[in-house]
C-alpha cells in the first residue's frame, strides 16, 4: 500500500495569482479562484510587477509619492476592478499588490515574504501595462520558486467543456 496515495498537499492559506493583464492571465486568474474556494479561508494576493524601466513613472502609484498620472492610476485601477475583483465570489479574501522590478525575482521574493503556499500564473502572456510573464518568467518562477506553482496556458482553454473547435 502507497503512503502517499489519496495525500492531500495543503490547505492553502496564501495563494498569490501573477498578472500582467494579460489574456491569458486573466484566464488563468479562473484557476486561481479554484484554488481558493477550493481552500476555504485562504487570502488570494493578485500581484502586478512594473518593470525597472517603467518604475520612476510607476512609483508614485505604487508607493504614493509625488506626483502620479491620475488617469494612469485610474486606468490600473478600473482593469483590476473589471477583470479581477469584479470575478472574485463573496467569501474569498482577495488583495492587490503591486511591485517594481525584474518580474520573477520580485515573484519569488513576494512570495517567500508572505509565506505563500501556491503561485498561480499564465504562461507567455503580454500585457499592454507591463510584460510580465513575457520570455522565461514562468520557467524561472516555476524553478526556483520554494513552494508549489501552478502554470496555466491558454491554450488548455481549448480543452474545456464548451470550448469551440477551431478549423
Not at 484554488?35 to 508614485?60: M, S, Y
Not at 485601477?77 to 499588490?97: I, K, M, Q
Not at 501595462?129 to 513552494?147: E, H, P, T
Request: proline share 4%; with cysteine; glycine share 10%.
Amino acid at each position: 500500500m502507497d503512503a502517499q496515495a489519496g495525500l492531500r498537499i495543503g490547505p492553502y492559506r496564501k495563494l498569490l495569482f501573477c498578472t500582467d493583464f494579460s489574456e491569458n492571465a486573466s484566464f488563468a486568474f479562473d484557476f486561481a479562484i479554484d484554488a481558493a474556494l477550493r481552500n476555504a479561508g485562504c487570502e488570494l494576493t493578485l500581484l502586478h510587477v512594473i518593470p525597472e524601466p517603467d518604475a520612476q513613472f510607476w512609483k508614485g502609484y505604487i508607493y504614493e509619492v509625488g506626483d502620479m498620472d491620475a488617469k494612469a492610476r485610474a486606468d490600473i485601477d478600473r482593469t483590476v476592478e473589471a477583470e479581477y475583483r469584479s470575478r472574485v465570489p463573496d467569501g474569498v479574501r482577495f488583495r492587490v499588490e503591486m511591485r517594481i522590478g525584474e518580474a520573477a525575482r520580485s515573484i519569488l521574493d513576494y512570495a517567500q515574504e508572505q509565506g505563500t503556499d501556491l503561485i498561480i500564473l499564465g504562461r507567455q502572456g503580454q500585457g499592454a501595462l507591463s510584460g510580465l510573464l513575457l520570455g522565461g518568467v514562468a520557467g524561472k518562477v516555476a524553478r526556483k520558486a520554494l513552494c508549489p506553482v501552478l502554470v496555466v496556458p491558454l491554450s488548455f482553454r481549448a480543452r474545456l467543456p464548451g470550448a469551440q473547435a477551431s478549423g
